[in-house]
């Protein structure tokens, strides 16, 4: 009965993302009462296991009561406060602790609220450092086919997923998307790593012929999440830091859906050893809680707009910007990273899913899958060109919220799921298979 009610208020007020509306006619949405652990539940009491992390955000289950007890706590000190002229302990501790984590490299922390701002702010961070060091025809942004990193004009211009943005082509800068490193486009017999390299020259050869008016080179480091959980060599990320060094562009890491722990170490850069020159982090940044998002520098970045100039400085304002109750968010989630050790944790469990998930890896319908850390994907034979809304139905009767992309299905379940719920969502996911 609340089900049926709020659904109908939900599709005359709410204009729901990423949704053509008009398929809400026939497909209902999903009303959640509550969510605890890895479980999320609707208002007849019916439970979903979140699979994909509420859109690869939460990475400690819902209703987490550490992070619930740290937010209540700062709830009571400080909500929010202008970063502007003010600062506040959260802010300062997140950013020391979020600086050692990188060996103090990138110790310069710039907030925003979402992932594509973020992006924003490393692609103007990137122009400025050159503008203010002189070099103001160094302006342009060179990224990977099949890259994603949001969808704001400025973040949309350096994507390259038709569906996001074929349409605002008109409103959008154009930049350059060079050969992307994912496997999955290797030739016949090519090696994952040969074909990595191969993509790495066809970098190489962009920029020696433009590095005198590029920017910098912006990538997701080891999955391409959004063009379907592409992954590819680390080998790929060494080579492109040695070429942006040799040719003077700046490397932007975006780590957003990648950063804290989903490729199987902290961050997607370390398996390269690799340092950036900007590292964007948002998503699982709060463990899925609050809205939070952060642009990590260099000192010589730091320093380019460091003078005595105001207009040297870098006037970009997010209002919620450093707001304290996310950071605290962040600062409990870092603890329970530690506390917890979940990097060697989960990598107990991702061999606990390698082991169970054979009946999807051998399912006859299922090509390439595939893991990286605490993500998972396999693409599905379909001639059913409706199949991701379909799948997602599917599922949904089998206790599981998956949303495939295309015909790539892919987990990104909570670190927190344990054996017996990751043998549902196997069994689940196998069935949902069978009946779509
Ligand atoms: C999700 C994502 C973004 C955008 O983050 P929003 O918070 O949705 O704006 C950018 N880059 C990557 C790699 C992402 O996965």
């Given at each position: 009965m609340v089900n049926k009610y709020l659904l109908e208020r939900s599709l005359r007020s709410v204009w729901h993302p990423c949704t053509q509306m008009k398929q809400h006619e026939l497909q209902p949405l999903v009303t959640i009462a509550r969510g605890e652990g890895v479980w999320l539940y609707d208002f007849d009491g019916r439970r979903y296991l979140d699979a994909i992390g509420s859109w690869w955000v939460n990475l400690f289950g819902h209703a987490n009561p550490q992070i619930n007890a740290a937010i209540r706590d700062q709830l009571d000190r400080l909500e929010h406060v202008m970063l502007a002229g003010f600062t506040h302990e959260p802010v300062v501790e997140l950013s020391e602790r979020l600086g050692k984590l990188l060996s103090n490299k990138l110790g310069h922390c710039s907030y925003s609220s979402d992932g594509a701002s973020a992006v924003e702010i490393a692609l103007k961070m990137s122009f400025q450092y050159?503008?203010?060091?002189?070099?103001?025809?160094?302006?342009?942004?060179?990224?990977?086919?099949?890259?994603?990193?949001?969808?704001?004009?400025?973040?949309?211009?350096v994507t390259d997923v038709a569906l996001f943005k074929d349409i605002y082509a008109p409103l959008l800068r154009p930049g350059?998307?060079?050969?992307?490193?994912?496997?999955?486009?290797?030739?016949?017999?090519?090696?994952?790593?040969?074909?990595?390299?191969?993509?790495?020259?066809?970098?190489?050869?962009?920029?020696?012929?433009?590095?005198?008016?590029?920017?910098?080179?912006?990538?997701?480091?080891?999955?391409?999440?959004?063009?379907?959980?592409?992954?590819?060599?680390?080998?790929?990320?060494?080579r492109a830091r040695e070429l942006c060094d040799r040719?003077?562009?700046?490397?932007i890491a975006d780590e957003i859906a990648v950063g804290f722990g989903r490729t199987g170490t902290m961050f997607a850069c370390e398996q390269a050893d690799m340092v950036p020159d900007f590292l964007c982090l948002g998503k699982g940044l709060t463990a899925g809680y609050l809205p939070l998002s952060v642009v990590m520098t260099t000192d010589a970045v730091f320093?380019?707009?460091?003078?005595?100039?105001?207009?040297?400085?870098?006037?970009?304002?997010?209002?919620?910007?450093?707001?304290?109750?996310?950071?605290?968010?962040?600062?409990?989630?870092?603890?329970?990273?530690?506390?917890d050790?979940?990097?060697?944790?989960?990598?107990?469990k991702a061999s606990y899913l390698n082991?169970?998930?054979?009946?999807?890896?051998?399912?006859?319908?299922?090509?390439?899958?595939?893991?990286?850390?605490?993500?998972w994907?396999?693409?599905?034979?379909?001639?059913?060109?409706?199949?991701?809304?379909?799948?997602?139905?599917?599922?949904?009767?089998?206790?599981?919220?998956?949303?495939?992309?295309?015909?790539?299905?892919?987990?990104?379940?909570?670190?927190?799921?344990?054996?017996?719920?990751?043998?549902?969502l196997v069994a689940g996911t196998v069935r949902a298979l069978d009946s779509c």
């Open positions: 050159w503008y203010n060091s002189g070099h103001p025809e160094k302006n342009r942004f060179v990224s990977l086919q099949n890259d994603y990193h949001g969808e704001t004009l400025g973040a949309l211009s350059t998307h060079v050969l992307t490193p994912d496997w999955r486009y290797a030739s016949e017999g090519e090696s994952g790593r040969d074909y990595a390299l191969r993509a790495a020259t066809a970098l190489e050869t962009y920029l020696q012929e433009n590095h005198a008016v590029t920017a910098a080179f912006i990538v997701e480091p080891l999955i391409q999440g959004a063009a379907g959980m592409g992954m590819y060599h680390a080998d790929y990320l060494k040719y003077q562009v700046h490397l320093s380019a707009f460091y003078h005595a100039e105001t207009a040297r400085a870098f006037l970009h304002s997010h209002t919620h910007a450093g707001n304290a109750l996310a950071c605290r968010a962040a600062l409990a989630t870092l603890d329970i990273f530690e506390q050790n979940i990097i060697d944790t989960n990598r107990i082991h169970a998930a054979h009946p999807i890896a051998s399912h006859p319908r299922v090509k390439n899958f595939r893991n990286c850390g605490m993500i994907a396999f693409e599905v034979e379909t001639s059913d060109p409706d199949f991701s809304v379909n799948f997602f139905h599917a599922a949904l009767k089998q206790e599981l919220s998956l949303r495939p992309l295309g015909n790539t299905v892919y987990f990104m379940p909570p670190y927190i799921i344990d054996e017996h719920e990751t043998d549902l």
